[in-house]
């Protein structure tokens, strides 16, 4: 089984961007679906993105689509998550999963990661 480490997060400006990574160890990353949730203080935890196994189909929440965009390399066993165009409303702790096969469920999941935050000033 994988463990998930992200990274990347940080404070930036509203229209500023970041990329968050999520570094896997174990040889059977490029068999898991993957998958970026955010979790904002006081509320549930949101579906951001999903790259299936071989970064063939993505997916997106209607809030990001256009301004984030999920990517991976199996090479190194690390999934991106690249941050454009951030607004406020996006802040919140963000977290890689792995194994998700309906990719907006995060009860699909079976492994996750701790997660980093991101905060966005206005």
């Known amino acids: 089984q994988v463990q998930l480490v992200e990274s990347g997060g940080g404070l930036v400006q509203a229209v500023g961007s970041l990329r968050l990574s999520c570094a896997a160890s174990g040889r059977s990353f490029s068999t898991y679906n993957m998958g970026w949730f955010r979790q904002a203080p006081g509320k549930e935890r949101e579906f951001v993105a999903f790259?299936?196994?071989?970064?063939?189909?993505?997916y997106y929440a209607d809030s990001v689509k256009g301004r984030f965009t999920i990517s991976r390399d199996n090479a190194k066993n690390t999934v991106y998550l690249q941050m454009n165009s951030l607004k406020p409303e996006d802040t919140a702790v963000y977290s890689c999963?792995?194994?998700?096969?309906?990719?907006?469920?995060?009860?699909?999941?079976?492994?996750w990661g701790q997660g980093t935050q991101v905060t966005v000033s206005s």
């Open positions: 999963a792995a194994g998700g096969y309906r990719a907006s469920d995060p009860a699909t999941y079976a492994v």
């Open positions: 790259i299936v196994w071989n970064g063939g189909s993505t």
